[in-house]
């Protein structure tokens, strides 16, 4: 192949691929509502599997501990060794998942099939997020949006078709979403040979970069910085997990809703918190990461608080609020710390899903014994406080964005 001149590769890196970034949002997609038809289906195998809370909550944590452990490994060696071809592979991994889950009689089986598709999702994410810092354009903001965006409208899908497909008919339904996977796993071939023809991108283009726009802080500074972010993405996806594992089952259990009516609750949620997760990015490029991480956290206190003290009408209508505000947060929280630690995409992104992920299933399990031991009320109550610890986004560094 004929070597890409300085200026080609330069003008290249200047243009934000769309089509690219587009590919890989429904990419994350696909992904996302592979996954989140699990929780989706907890109503449907606790009662024909006879579950308590607690191992609906071992659930939910056999799948996020798949997808975390692996994802800082596979960031750090990709860092090195870019795999243009293991989207596909991944994705593979997610296609057997949802097949066994399908069949799945038995709480090992669930087990079994669940850790397939976590699997999937750890590959993805590190990669796929290489890929959105690829297309950019300088962009980041703007790209890791859109990349998150469709995630979290996936997210989203997975209760209205748990809703529309599965609940009517039986678990036996989510085969279809096998189709899903095959149609990703053709696109992420197409999207691999982009992948592997625009290498040149990730080591030419990120040296200028590193020099131009490194951030002026020592070595503890950064990390003090990157142990605050994880701080607040601890907060937010435990509160996360309270609703995407055990919202269906509060309302329910408070309001004698239907498991159906549930799911389409919980699709609300999901789809704004999908409409925010699209605004975070790019605000945070205009006007700093810092503020956006102030706003999506801090500012969703006083709806999280309220919320448990609502009726049905309220509590659907503060939900939508908590969803579209909270979600905002994680694409400024992922580009502010690839701006810490320039040169380190794929390690970052690996960290910051795989924790996210984990804190997620940890906190799933801890958070089923809780509502076994006292009630699925009083889990609201106690996550309700969560956001308040945005508090110290206050001792984050300010960093000057820079211009694209």
């Known amino acids: 192949m004929k070597a890409k001149s300085t200026n080609e590769i330069t003008r290249t890196a200047n243009n934000t ?37 607690s191992q609906i909550g071992l659930i939910t944590l056999v799948f996020q501990l798949a997808s975390s452990l692996f994802q800082p490994v596979i960031g750090y060696y990709t860092d090195k060794k870019p795999q243009p071809y293991s989207l596909p592979v991944g994705m593979f991994f997610s296609l057997c ?8 009689h038995t709480f090992s089986m669930v087990l079994i099939a669940v850790a397939l598709t976590g699997v999937g999702s750890s590959v993805l994410h590190p990669e796929a997020s290489r890929l959105a810092y690829m297309a950019s354009g300088g962009k980041r903001g ?56 625009n290498l040149y991108l990730l080591k030419p283009i990120e040296k200028p970069q590193t020099s131009k726009s490194a951030v002026p802080l020592s070595r503890n500074k950064i990390m003090f910085a990157l142990v605050i972010l994880l701080v607040l993405i601890f907060s937010k996806y435990i509160y996360l997990t309270s609703i995407s594992s055990y919202y269906t089952f509060y309302l329910i259990h408070k309001f004698g809703v239907s498991i159906q009516h549930s799911q389409y609750f919980l699709f609300l949620y999901l789809f704004a918190a999908a409409a925010g997760t699209l605004l975070g990015g790019p605000i945070g490029d205009r006007i700093g990461r810092k503020y956006v991480i102030w706003i999506s956290i801090l500012g969703v206190a006083p709806f999280t608080l309220a919320m448990p003290h609502l009726d049905l009408f309220w509590t659907c209508i503060f939900s939508i609020f908590i969803g579209f505000i909270l979600s905002s947060a994680f694409s400024a929280i992922l580009v502010y710390a690839q701006e810490l630690m320039p040169g380190k995409v794929g390690l970052i992104a690996g960290l910051f899903f795989g924790f996210a992920f984990g804190v997620a299933g940890i906190g799933s399990a801890f ?38």
């Open 97 to 104: 998942g949802v097949i066994l889950l399908s069949f799945a």
């Open 17 to 53: 691929a769309f089509t690219v970034l587009l590919a890989v949002s429904f990419m994350h997609l696909s992904n996302d509502t592979l996954q989140s038809l699990i929780p989706a289906i907890y109503p449907l195998v606790k009662k024909s599997l006879d579950l308590n809370f």
């Open 367 to 404: 958070l089923g014994r809780l509502a076994d031991s006292t009630s699925i009320e009083h889990v609201y109550l106690i996550c309700s406080f969560l956001p308040l610890i945005g508090l110290i986004t206050a001792f984050l560094p300010n960093i000057k964005n820079k211009k694209v």
């Open 142 to 197: 703007l790209a890791q949006s859109i990349f998150q965006v469709g995630g979290n409208f996936g997210s989203s899908l997975g209760p209205l078709l748990a809703a529309l497909l599965i609940a009517p008919y039986g678990q036996s339904n989510l085969i279809w979403f096998a189709l899903l996977a095959l149609l990703t796993i053709l696109l992420m071939l197409r999207v691999s040979r982009w992948y592997k023809n």
